[in-house]
């Protein structure tokens, strides 16, 4: 599991997303200190991990959730997915929560699967990707449980694991594993970077955790100010995933205090 050098494209990705001119006003949110994010440019790659950092209150979930569609104020500008202008949620953009929202009354099982309600397929193929799920995300000894038995690595895991059984293009994740310990932490990191090598799907996360980042991202994104801006954007060659490398210890300092 700790082997996070898996293959990682080596050039700059095609565009997922195009952030164009965004502007999100929340009510009563116009004028000075108001809304964090005012004519916000950026594009995110396709098919590569894009880690989003800064501190707290800067913006980050709301522009995760401009990405997501779920964002109605976006009062100029807008995203565009694919060349498309993003207006709602779609099945193509799945969005997982720090608090990762599983159905108290389902078991592990049937909380995966319930994503696949809304996907074509017959029944036997969504039944194949089920069990596929269960395994990639390991929890085929966990499937009868329900949420209340299960602990924060594994409700997380099937959080992921229900929205990536739907084979969406994209999924984003706000803070997936801040409250889990370090240990269990890294080993979510190695999964995820596993489950992006199997599948290649865009993954666009936040977190607060400058080593997650690090560890996880093809490329991390530092923001800050308001209005938002990007204050740092580099691309992590699969070199630099050495924990106790100086140079990955001298760019996570660097980006600890951009942050603070
Ligand atoms: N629903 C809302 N209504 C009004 N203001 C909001 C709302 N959501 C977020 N904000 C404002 O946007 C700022 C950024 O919030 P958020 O995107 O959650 O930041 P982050 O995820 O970086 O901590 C907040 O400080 C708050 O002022
Ligand atoms: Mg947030």
Known sequence: MENLKVLAPTTKADVAFKIDHLTVDFP????????????????IGSGEITCLLGPSGCGKT???RALGGFVRGASDGGVLFQGQWIEAPSREIV???QENNLYPWLNVRKNIAFGLAYC???????NERLEQMLQDVDLVHAS????????????????????LVMQPRVLLLD???????????????????QIWAATRTTFVM???????????GHRVIVLGGRPMSVVLDERIGETM?????????KLQKHIEDLID
Do not use: C, W
């Open 206 to 216: 936040v977190t607060h955790n400058v080593e997650e980042a690090l560890m996880v």
């Open 120 to 126: 074509d397929g017959s029944r036997r193929e969504k």
């Open 241 to 249: 995933k050495e924990r106790y490398a100086p140079e990955f210890l």
């Open 28 to 43: 009563g949110s116009k004028g000075e200190g108001g809304s964090p994010i005012r004519d916000f440019s950026l594009d």
């Open 95 to 97: 969005m997982i929560f």
């Open 144 to 163: 009868a449980k329900y949420p209340h038995e299960l602990s924060g690595g594994m409700r997380q895991r099937v959080a992921i694991a229900r929205a």
């Open 62 to 64: 709301t522009l995760l």
């Open 175 to 193: 803070e997936p594993f801040s409250a889990l310990d370090v240990s269990l932490r890294r080993r979510m990191h190695a999964l995820l970077r």
